[in-house]
């Protein structure tokens, strides 16, 4: 408390300090991502901020539709590029998610679409 709020726990004790402001100083000290060993402890999310976890979310996305357009325009002499893996986040080191290949129209499917687009 001390660090963050240069407020004393002795003060408690001499009377100047209330349980209450106690409370909200804690409760505080969670909302501060990065900062926070408590929130650290608590919550292992907790030591990236959201934009943090934005930035990791718009990665993936980037490199998932960067390997999506390779896959799709490298035609079928494609060297077979690996799916990229999402990049790890705190608390979830032990799920490694690998996105599913996706699976793509046979021929006959996207001519019936588009026939039935054209019947409109």
Known sequence: MLQFFGVDFLDLWRGQLSLRRINILIGSLLNQPGR???AAVIDESAEWSNSDHLLARVSDALELSNWLFYQANSGEEGEGVPAPTPMLRPGE???VLVPEAPAYA???EVV????RMNNL
């Open 93 to 95: 080191e032990d799920e």
């Open 36 to 38: 926070s060993s408590l």
């Open 112 to 115: 019936n679409f588009f026939s």
């Open 106 to 108: 046979s021929t006959d």
